[in-house]
T-cell receptor, first 116, second 113 residues
Framework: DAGVIQSPRHEVTEMGQEVTLRCKPI?????LFWYRQTMMRGLELLIY????????DSGMPEDRFSAKMPNASFSTLKIQPSEPRDSAVYFC??????????????FGPGTRLTVT | AQSVAQPEDQVNVAEGNPLTVKCTYS??????LFWYVQYPNRGLQFLLK??????LVKGSYGFEAEFNKSQTSFHLKKPSALVSDSALYFC???????????FGAGTRLFVKA
């Protein structure tokens, strides 16, 4: 299994531009998470999908952030317009959850976003 | 509300010595507890978990953790540290009745040769 795949690995953009981050979860996993990691705030959960449905988006910073999961094998996180304070590493993670079988998350390599 | 605390920002240990990385938690129901490791420029990697059963849990790379319900702790341990264990370690907790996993701030482990 290739694990969780994220693209791009690095993104540098100017303030005001739209940024789209992409994630392919592990095949068979039914839960997907988007996190943001910074030195100041640590690891923050942005949004959680279960069976492609957004369950909790309370961690999304503001309306500039949006996330979609059109099918079980693809998700996007979009920032429009981007701001310098959005600079961070964004991780996608997936897990399989049913009953008490397994709750650990498998993380992708992350996308390092720099907004100038 | 659930929370997790890692009281040490950094732990230093000499290679070959035992290591402990501390974690305490707070949940309203039964806890699901996890340890993850992050190497530079990589995503978090699952090490081990406690869901139920034996309080001593064994995981990857020789790591183990002990669940202590009375002290609400889940400390990560390894009998003999390696230089290659140097990384950032995250403790995480999830309430058995919920879906959200809360991660600690992380503890940086330095193992000196």
């Amino acid at each position: 299994d290739a694990g969780v795949i994220q693209s791009p690995r690095h993104e540098v953009t100017e303030m005001g531009q739209e940024v789209t981050l992409r994630c392919k979860p592990i095949s068979g996993h039914n839960s997907l998470f988007w996190y943001r990691q910074t030195m100041m705030r640590g690891l923050e959960l942005l949004i959680y999908f279960n069976n492609n449905v957004p369950i909790d988006d309370s961690g999304m910073p503001e309306d500039r952030f949006s996330a979609k999961m059109p099918n079980a094998s693809f998700s996007t996180l979009k920032i429009q317009p981007s701001e310098p304070r959005d600079s961070a590493v964004y991780f996608c993670a997936s897990s399989f959850e049913r009953g008490r079988s397994s709750y650990e998350q498998y993380f992708g390599p992350g996308t390092r976003l720099t907004v100038t | 509300a659930q929370s997790v605390a890692q009281p040490e920002d950094q732990v230093n240990v000499a290679e070959g010595n035992p290591l402990t990385v501390k974690c305490t938690y707070s949940v309203s129901g039964n806890p699901y507890l996890f340890w993850y490791v992050q190497y530079p420029n990589r995503g978090l990697q699952f090490l081990l978990k406690y869901i139920t059963g034996d309080n001593l849990v064994k995981g990857s790379y020789g790591f183990e953790a002990e669940f202590n319900k009375s002290q609400t702790s889940f400390h990560l341990k390894k009998p003999s540290a390696l230089v290659s264990d140097s990384a950032l370690y995250f403790c995480a907790v999830r309430d058995s009745g919920g879906f959200k996993t809360i991660f600690g701030a992380g503890t940086r482990l330095f193992v000196k040769a």
